[in-house]
Nanobody, 118 residues
């Protein structure tokens, strides 16, 4: 019922920038926590950024200072602005929506591929 769709992935050169978008549908309330996670082949999924409905933002240490995330509570959308991209940023980026007080409310998008290569 709840669906999240990520867009904006693609191929970019090292040092370049990319913008990812995600919008949730099928929910009638403001999602408490939305965020981005990424997973590279053979590696564990890791935090990129999360934002609460109140605007509190947390970044993974590997992207701190390079990535910026923002959200719009009106339509449960979230943006990830990626700058100074490195080859190690190459991964599938997933959008996440969850509500801590309701553990069953935890949804993921299909993912969008980001490849950083020269």
């Amino acid at each position: 019922q709840v669906q999240l769709v990520e867009t904006g992935g693609g191929l970019v050169q090292p040092g370049g920038s990319l913008r990812l978008s995600c919008v949730a549908s099928g929910v009638s309330f403001t999602i408490p926590i939305m965020g981005w996670y990424r997973q590279a082949p053979g590696k564990q999924r890791e935090l990129v950024a999360t934002i609460t409905s109140g605007g509190t933002t947390r970044y993974g240490e590997t992207v701190e200072g390079r990535f910026t995330s923002s959200r719009d509570n009106r339509d449960n959308s979230i943006i990830l602005e990626m700058n100074s991209l490195k080859p190690e940023d190459t991964a599938v980026y997933f959008c996440n929506a969850r509500r801590v007080m309701t553990p069953t409310f935890n949804f993921w998008g299909q993912g969008t591929q980001v490849t950083v290569s020269s």
